[in-house]
């Protein structure tokens, strides 16, 4: 009679099984999982270590010896050039994009 996942029987009987049929399934899981936690442990440890060596022989370079990066000037992305194309009119999209090249200037190309 009683088919519910819900009745005392069917519940009674889950129980039994967790506690004895599958203790032993998640113990061996629980001492895998330690396992793996340990070494991945060790081996961040490891890791850290060699990166505190890595700093202390690296000698600091002086700054006025990098190369500075400019990040002015035009982005030429379809977005922008989308942009473009909905103030001056539908055009092809390369012709928009050889405008701005040479709005942008001619570096080194004639």
Known sequence: MAKSLRSKLK???KSVKRKGEFTDFVNERTARLAARAQAAQEKQKQKNEDAMEEE???P???KEDLKKVSTSGLKNTSRI???GLKKRGHTKIS?????VIDTAG???MS
């Open 11 to 13: 519940l009674r009987a």
């Open 56 to 58: 202390e022989e690296k």
């Open 60 to 62: 600091e370079k002086p």
């Open 81 to 83: 050039r989308k942009r």
């Open 95 to 99: 012709q928009v994009f050889e405008m």
């Open 106 to 108: 001619s570096s080194g």
